[in-house]
């Protein structure tokens, strides 16, 4: 699914000097790297504050917890997403409010949205799947009416730019807080696990860093309960290498996708990636929908041809056991995650793809429709 040899070979000698100035330095802790990856991402993004975390399921929690919720709020999250979202809201005995998405954009249905808001609830957690961004002006729009925070969760899609009223952003900062995750795979991928978590409010990033770090205010004085979540010095040393690719990562991305797409959009049983309308999509995955009860057996074709493919998500969260109960969801409206579970397929997307590569893909996934 994904090469991250061919990537690393491009960068190799950049990376291990980089990992030597660490080690000469011994600053594994808190070293200069992490403050300056943490500078330059918010550059980057164009937000005021970046703490960069243990990984993408920290900085989930850590954005929750800067919060201070009541107990028993409610939190909306996609029912058709990775668990890292309800996860965390449960671990903080918060009650998971899971929502259907669109059949298009696979990102949070906002009709449906609307329907599941009641008085306990307090967060929305978008998530920007496979690359492009919810519908972020009708959900900032819903959150400002109910008061609710918004929490993005931008592990899919760091790099994306979207319309927001009017104005040109980058994706996770639209929202109270955004959080990312640095998983080797994603698009701007560490070598090991790393995470951050980003705001424009100085109280919010002044509480926030104290959760990670114990919830210490002064030296070996704590003001509340935190966790221990440091993004490592050697990741941040790599990451402030990769972040000065990640334009050109994203694009290698987005010169897949459309190969992928010419190749499948007169293919009747396929529904290619529809793009949404305020946002650029940047391809974590490329996601196809096949018709007609085909997808399963489209998938050991591919196997059998030794091309990769994977289900992402093939359960939607409502179904596992520990979401099953204490969530708030109604299964008579999550058909689309339902159906989508069934439904969805991802290619091979990364940013190493030849030509070749993708012609041999393309052609025997529409040999497939042939037979
Ligand atoms: C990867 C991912 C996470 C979690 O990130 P980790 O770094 O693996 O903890 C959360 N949400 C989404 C949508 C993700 O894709």
Not at 22 to 51: C, Q, Y
Not at 284 to 289: D, N, S
Request: proline letters at 4%; a negative charge; glycine letters at 6%.
């Amino acid at each position: 699914m994904v090469d991250l040899a061919g990537q690393h070979e491009k960068i190799r000698d950049e990376i291990n000097s980089a990992i030597n100035q660490v080690f000469n330095t011994t600053a594994f802790i808190k070293g200069p790297d992490v403050a300056a990856f943490e500078n330059e991402l918010s550059g980057f993004l164009g937000i005021k504050h970046v703490i960069g975390c243990a990984n993408g399921t920290d900085a989930l929690q850590l954005a929750l917890m800067a919060l201070e919720l009541p107990e028993g709020s409610e939190v909306i999250t996609p029912d058709f997403t990775f668990v890292a979202t309800a996860e965390v809201v449960k671990l903080l005995k918060l009650t998971p409010v899971l929502v259907d998405v669109d059949p298009d954009t696979f990102n949070l249905d906002i009709e449906k949205l609307k329907a599941a808001i009641t008085e306990k609830t307090k967060v929305i957690i978008p998530v920007h799947l496979f690359g492009q961004c919810a519908d972020m002006n009708a959900i900032m729009q819903i959150a400002e009416e109910h008061n609710l925070f918004v929490v993005e969760d931008n592990a899919q899609a760091i790099g994306a730019d979207y319309n927001y009223k009017g104005k040109t952003v980058k994706a996770g900062t639209i929202g109270h807080i955004g959080c990312t995750s640095f998983f080797p795979s994603k698009n701007l991928g560490a070598a090991g696990d790393a995470g951050a978590v980003f705001t424009n409010d100085d109280v919010l990033a002044d509480k926030i860093k104290s959760v990670a770090n114990h919830g210490q205010d002064s030296q070996y004085i704590y003001r509340e309960i935190g966790i221990n979540s440091r993004l490592d010095t050697f990741q941040a040393a790599i990451l402030r290498i990769k972040l000065r690719h990640l334009g050109e990562y994203n694009e290698a991305r987005q010169k897949a996708a459309a190969a992928y797409d010419a190749a499948f959009a007169s293919n009747p049983e396929l529904q290619i990636p529809v793009r949404a309308k305020e946002s650029t999509h940047i391809f974590h995955q490329y996601t196809l929908r096949v018709k007609n009860g085909k997808r399963d057996a489209l998938g050991k074709y591919l196997d059998e041809h030794k091309i990769p493919n994977k289900v992402y998500y093939p359960v939607p969260i409502h179904v596992h056991t520990p979401y099953a109960t204490g969530s708030r969801f109604d299964v008579a409206a999550l058909k689309t995650s339902i159906m989508l579970g069934e439904e969805v397929i991802s290619l091979p997307m990364h940013t190493e793809l030849s030509a070749d590569q993708l012609e041999f893909i393309t052609v025997t996934i529409n040999n497939f429709f042939k037979h």
